[in-house]
Structures are given as structure tokens and as C-alpha cells.
């Protein structure tokens, strides 16, 4: 055979070689739903070129195992929860949710705690202007951790505040994650908290993009917004560092979104979260900050931080929602940007309506992710049909991720319905018992709904079917997403 027969004959064997090769892995890929075995292959085998690449890219859920050895080293090297006073007693939980906050322990080992405090912030400049006033009062150290800082007006009053701190001997430590801040990274903002003596750390970075996917999954990111001050404070919630306008997809703008301050044991919880993080990017260890914390005394609620990502077990995020909705008896309320749900996240949705709870679910009329606004839309239907009441937010962009069960549970935090939440990325959350602090939240959503449209059987029924085709042919991609 000539030489241009060989080279004829490995252009046609070879794409199939890869197609082969391909399926192969992702049939035999570990923790996924045969609808997302299925997904890939049929990716692969329809569209061979650009299957194969988005599989190289995206196919698997590594974050790199340096990455991953790291980030296990630190959570070692870190104080044991009985080092950490975590550890002795149990505080009063009613028996119906105790085994919420078990899931909860079992996700990331943080124990429930009593005698915690909170105050939810009235909007997202309350919430900075809240930050700011107790990153002026740190006496002792300041910890921020965002996944996207902008440098406007809100993101600069949090640079200003923290070169001010750090002017006054205060350690400051800052992390972004390595995309979703980029704008700041770039901006003189950055080497000007350099300059300050602020501690700086990128999370997750992506170095070079074409070597990326050789060493893990360049869109795995750290989703988390975590502020710590003096071990005395800590927020939780969906909130950015950056303006409700957002400027980098300013045309949803406002972007709605809700952020809790704790004070109390929870605190030490969301620090040893924040350090984890840290110690796996720096070599830094903060483990003296978690050994020499003396714990507020007195009357509180009970809470526990529930960390998620690529170190903690595989499906640990749609667990905990699960736990949550199977356990809601009256009313379960969710308010979520992003919904494109496994089959059990939607199975216990409408399990939860079937049996005769008030269910409600809240999301953006206007999404950011033409993609996410079409597969979330596909799954209307079989909500309504088993009584769900869905509603659509008008007055900007809403990015409040909250659930509450019963007026009595909270779970808050940066975890959304969707895949990338449940599979991708870093994320946290609060689960907590108090029903002033629940009542609170709950008339939050309620200001949602009163600002949203009702989404009806009859909306939904006049849809097109080219609509309906669209929207469900988007949603067959959530595997893959």
C-alpha cells in the first residue's frame, strides 16, 4: 500500500479510534447518572470533532489531583473539632431536623452549634456598608473570600477598607477565584492591596489555558463568599463583592441577592472553611487561629456550615436540598437563579407537593444564562402538574439562593439548583433552627413573590412547540453541562 493509502486509511480509522476510545471513558466514568453516560456518547458519536474536544474539556469533574492532594493535606494539618471546642455536647434540635444537620456533618464534619446569632442584611449595599464597618473594627486579622470582585463602587469600597486595616497592623487575607475576579486581578486595585501588605491568593488558577485541561477541568471554580473578621464575625450568603448593578452583565441588573451576618460558634466553623481554602493555595498555616478561639457564650440558635466541592464526597450538595425538601410537612419555599436539577432534585421537588406541602419555588424572569432560563423552563410542566407554585422574579435579575421549611429551617448560602453547584464547584452554605431568624428570610421571599408573575398551566400550555422543543432539547444537555 502506498503512503498516501496509509495516510487514508489513519484518517478514517483514527477519528473512530477516538470516538471508541471516548465512549468508552465516559461509560465508564464513576458517579454519573446513565442519562449523562448516555449524553456524552451521543455527543460523541453525533458531532466526533467537537464531542471529543468538549470531553477532553469537560468531561470529567477534576479538579487535578495536586489540587486535590493539597487541598486534603491542609484539611489534616488543620485543629481536630475537639481542639476547636466543636466538639462536646449537642445542642437542643427538634428530632424532626436532626437528621438535617447529620447530612450536614456528614458532608464537611461540622458539627451543629448552639448559641449562634444573625442579622439579615436589608440589600446588597447594606451588606457591603455592613463589612466594611467590621472590617474598620478588626483588631486581630480580616478574611475574604469571593468569587467575583469587581472593581466599581462597592468592590472598591471593600479594597479601601481593607488597606486600611491592614495600615493599622491588621493581617489581611484576600482570595478570588482566578475567573470569575479576572477584572480586578487585571486592575492597579489588585497590586495596590499588594502594595498595602494585604495577603493575596488566586483560587484556582488557570495558568496556561491550553495546558489547563491537562492537569483538570478548567470551569471546576471556587464559588464561595465567605467574609471572617477577628473570628468574632462571619457572612454568608449569594452576594458578590460588587454593585446590585453589575456591571459585567449589567443588562439583568439589579441583581438581587441576600447576605446574612453570624456571630457565634458558627463563626469558627466558616473560618476553618476559609482556611482550608487558604493552606491549600498558600503555604500558610493558619491552624493557630482555630486553636485560640475563645466561643461566645449565652442563648442562640443552632447552626452548621456545609461546605461542598471537589474533596467532599460526590453528590454531597443535592443530599443535603433532598434532606431538606423530604422534610418539609406545611410549606417548603426555594428561591434559586439556576435550576437544572438531577432527576432526584426534581423527583423530591414533586414528591413534596404530592403529599400536600405548600411548595414554592422562585426564580429570575430574566436570566443571565440563555441556556440555564431554557433547560429550567423545560421542567415547568411536571412541576405544575404536581402542584408546585412557580414564580417568576420581575424586579431584576434574582440571585438569592434561600430555602425554608416550615417557618422553622434555613438553609442560605452559594449553592444553587443546578449541576454546577451539585458537581463543579466550591460552594457554602448555613443550615439553621430558629424560627425568628426563619420568619425573616421567609418575609424576603415573600417580597419575591410579590414581585413576581405566577406561572400558570395555562401559560405554560399556550407555549410553542417550537419553544417546547427548544427548551427540552437544551434540558437533554444538562447531563453534559
Not at 407555549?463 to 427548544?470: L, P, T
Request: proline fraction near 5%; aromatic fraction near 8%; glycine fraction near 6%.
Amino acid at each position: 500500500m502506498s503512503t498516501s493509502g496509509y495516510m487514508g486509511w489513519a484518517l478514517v480509522v483514527l477519528p473512530i479510534a477516538l470516538q471508541v476510545f471516548y465512549c468508552i471513558r465516559a461509560l465508564l466514568r464513576p458517579h454519573r447518572e446513565p442519562a449523562s453516560r448516555l449524553a456524552w456518547v451521543v455527543v460523541i458519536i453525533v458531532a466526533p470533532i467537537v464531542g471529543v474536544a468538549a470531553y477532553i474539556l469537560f468531561g470529567n469533574t477534576n479538579v487535578g489531583r495536586r489540587r486535590i492532594a493539597r487541598l486534603r493535606d491542609a484539611l489534616k494539618r488543620l485543629p481536630s473539632l475537639t481542639e476547636m471546642g466543636l466538639s462536646e455536647g449537642q445542642p437542643p434540635i427538634p428530632e424532626r431536623y436532626a437528621p438535617l444537620f447529620r447530612v450536614g456533618q456528614s458532608i464537611s464534619n461540622y458539627p451543629a452549634v448552639g448559641g449562634n446569632k444573625a442579622q439579615l442584611m436589608a440589600d446588597s449595599d447594606k451588606a457591603i456598608d455592613a463589612m466594611v464597618a467590621d472590617i474598620d473594627a478588626a483588631t486581630d486579622h480580616v478574611h475574604l473570600l469571593f468569587y467575583i470582585w469587581l472593581p466599581d463602587t462597592n468592590g472598591l469600597k471593600m479594597v479601601e477598607a481593607v488597606k486600611r486595616a491592614a495600615s493599622r497592623g491588621v493581617t489581611c487575607r484576600v482570595m478570588v477565584d482566578d475567573i470569575g475576579s479576572r477584572l480586578l486581578l487585571r486592575s492597579e486595585h489588585w497590586q495596590a492591596m499588594a502594595a498595602a501588605k494585604v495577603k493575596l491568593a488566586r483560587a484556582l488558577p488557570v495558568g496556561n489555558p491550553l495546558l489547563r485541561p491537562l492537569k483538570g477541568r478548567i470551569d471546576m471554580r471556587n464559588h464561595r463568599k465567605i467574609a471572617v473578621v477577628d473570628n468574632r464575625v462571619t457572612y454568608c450568603g449569594s452576594q458578590n463583592c460588587a454593585d446590585p448593578a453589575f456591571a459585567i452583565k449589567a443588562d439583568y441588573a439589579p441583581w438581587v441577592d441576600v447576605m446574612m451576618r453570624f456571630e457565634g460558634p458558627v463563626v469558627r466553623q466558616n473560618q476553618h472553611l476559609f482556611a482550608s481554602d487558604w493552606m491549600a493555595h498558600v503555604k500558610e498555616d493558619l491552624s493557630p487561629l482555630l486553636r485560640t478561639v475563645n466561643l461566645l457564650a449565652g442563648p442562640g440558635f443552632t447552626a452548621q456550615v456545609v461546605g461542598t466541592g471537589a474533596a467532599v464526597r460526590y453528590s454531597a450538595m443535592p443530599e443535603m436540598f433532598i434532606a431538606l425538601m423530604n422534610s418539609a410537612r406545611r410549606e417548603l419555599v426555594v428561591t434559586t437563579p439556576y435550576y437544572v436539577p438531577d432527576e432526584p432534585i426534581q423527583a423530591a421537588l414533586c414528591a413534596c407537593a404530592h403529599r400536600g406541602v405548600e411548595t414554592t419555588i422562585v426564580f429570575p424572569r430574566r436570566n443571565d444564562s440563555w441556556i440555564v432560563a431554557a433547560a429550567s423552563r423545560s421542567y415547568y410542566r411536571e412541576l405544575l402538574d404536581a402542584g408546585v407554585n412557580i414564580h417568576e422574579y420581575e424586579g431584576g435579575l434574582l440571585h438569592s439562593k434561600t430555602l425554608t421549611v416550615d417557618g422553622e429551617v434555613t438553609l442560605i448560602g452559594s449553592a444553587n439548583l443546578d449541576r454546577r453547584s451539585f458537581e463543579l464547584n466550591f460552594e457554602n452554605n448555613i443550615l439553621l433552627h430558629d424560627i425568628n431568624v426563619t420568619s425573616e428570610v421567609r418575609a424576603r421571599q415573600q417580597n419575591y413573590i410579590k414581585s413576581s408573575v405566577s406561572i400558570s398551566d395555562r401559560m405554560v400550555a399556550k407555549w410553542s412547540r417550537s419553544r417546547q422543543v427548544w427548551n427540552n432539547a437544551i434540558a437533554m444537555l444538562g447531563p453534559v453541562l
